[in-house]
Structures are given as structure tokens and as C-alpha cells.
């Protein structure tokens, strides 16, 4: 699975949008890009994943470059209980069971 | 969605004893889980998959004989760390793919052991 590099800490002000970056320079092109987070003392939980073309669901937007190189996960409006470690994940989908290999993430701070 | 039940969320015991973590699939039937270990200010740490009706597999440095894994259902995994120490001290999390298979992982809500 494709090695990825994130920002070790970012801050957003509460109602705007963060947008937290993931480079993922030497992904092959059937590997998926996915994100989680994970709230403090809490299990990880996921929030979306995508191949190449931009996915949107109820929680966040992810934009992926055109050479898919990198990618943004995008929350429209940050509220303070999105303040978590945001991990950004890439792998070849196997059709069976997998395990996720987290790196250290982006821990997000969203200020009042 | 699909949920993940994890129980006890946290437990403190002596060193010596041992402790079993439950990791059930509450609406969906998983033949696989993944355990995961996280120490403080650290990434999570697959210790080991569990596969319904055989063994399970570990990753390196985790020992099987203090980390027994069960997984004799479809909806349930155990891990019982047996004689504890503190060092075992660790934030221990379960997962389990949705529908059984694939990439997508639900997360138990995981359990805090501290050893005494």
C-alpha cells in the first residue's frame, strides 16, 4: 500500500470549512484513497473513500488530483466534535477482509 | 450504520491477572476482526486478525501466548491479555469489516486497560 505524508496539526474556526491535505505521491492506480478519524478515547470511525473522481457524502467531500497524487478531505462546516486525529489511508481493494495500517495522521483542532 | 460493540470500555486490574475484551458485530456477521493496540499519543498498532473457526494470526512482536483470541462465532472476538503487567497498560480496539469483507472497517468503541 501506498505510503502517505499528512500535516501533523491543524486549527479551523468553528463554522468554516477545513480542508486537510494528504500527499500520496507513489499511488498506483488501483488503489483507493481512504480517510478516518478518530475523537479522542474513542474507535476510529470512517467518513468516506474514493478512486479518482471527487466523492461527497453526509459528513465530508473528498477531492483527489487529477494525477492523484494527493488529496483533500473537505468538512464544509467545522463544528467543535470534529476536533479529532484525521487519518488518510491508501490501499488496493482485495475483495476480502483487510487491515488498515494508520499513520500518525492530522489532528484537527476546531477553535470556538 | 453497522455497529461494533466492545465491552468493557475500561478496566483496571492487578498485575498478574488476567482480562478478557469482547468485540461483538451487533447486524452483520464478520469472519474476520481486527485487533488494534494505541498507547497514549500514539497511531493504532494491529496486534492480530481474528478468523472465525481457526487460528488466529499475528503480527510480528505480539505474543500469541499472552494475547489469546478467540473468535468462535460470527458476531463475537475475544482478546484476553492474560497475566497482565502494566506495560500491557494500552488502549485496545476492535474492528470489523462492513458486510464481512472488504476495506470499509467498523470500529469497536474501544477499552482502556490500566494495570496495576
Known amino acids: 500500500d501506498a505510503k502517505t505524508t499528512q500535516p501533523p496539526s491543524m486549527d479551523c474556526a468553528e463554522g468554516r470549512a477545513a480542508n486537510l491535505p494528504c500527499n500520496h505521491s507513489?499511488?498506483?492506480?488501483?488503489?483507493?484513497v481512504y480517510w478516518y478519524r478518530q475523537i479522542h478515547s474513542q474507535g476510529p470511525q470512517y467518513i468516506i473513500h474514493g478512486l479518482k473522481n471527487n466523492e461527497t457524502n453526509e459528513m465530508a467531500s473528498l477531492i483527489i488530483t487529477e494525477d492523484r497524487k494527493s488529496s483533500t478531505l473537505i468538512l464544509p462546516h467545522a463544528t467543535l466534535r470534529d476536533t479529532a486525529v484525521y487519518y488518510c489511508i491508501v490501499l488496493r481493494p482485495s475483495g476480502s477482509a483487510r487491515q488498515l495500517t494508520f499513520g500518525s495522521g492530522t489532528q484537527l483542532t476546531v477553535l470556538p | 450504520g453497522a455497529v461494533v460493540s466492545q465491552h468493557p470500555s475500561r478496566v483496571i486490574c492487578k498485575s498478574g491477572t488476567s482480562v478478557k475484551i469482547e468485540c461483538r458485530s451487533l447486524?452483520?456477521?464478520?469472519?474476520?476482526m481486527f485487533w488494534y493496540r494505541q498507547f497514549p499519543k500514539q497511531s493504532l498498532m494491529l496486534m492480530a486478525t481474528?478468523?472465525?473457526?481457526?487460528?488466529?494470526?499475528?503480527e510480528q512482536g505480539v505474543e500469541k501466548d499472552k494475547f489469546l483470541i478467540n473468535h468462535a462465532s460470527l458476531t463475537l472476538s475475544t482478546l484476553t491479555v492474560t497475566s497482565a503487567h502494566p506495560e500491557d497498560s494500552s488502549f485496545y480496539i476492535c474492528?470489523?469489516?462492513?458486510?464481512?469483507?472488504?476495506?470499509?472497517?467498523?470500529f469497536g468503541s474501544g477499552t482502556q486497560l490500566s494495570v496495576l
Open positions: 474492528s470489523a469489516p462492513q458486510g464481512g469483507s472488504g476495506e470499509k472497517l467498523f
Open positions: 507513489t499511488i498506483s492506480g488501483n488503489e483507493y
Open positions: 481474528s478468523n472465525e473457526g481457526s487460528k488466529a494470526t499475528y
Open positions: 447486524d452483520f456477521q464478520a469472519t474476520t
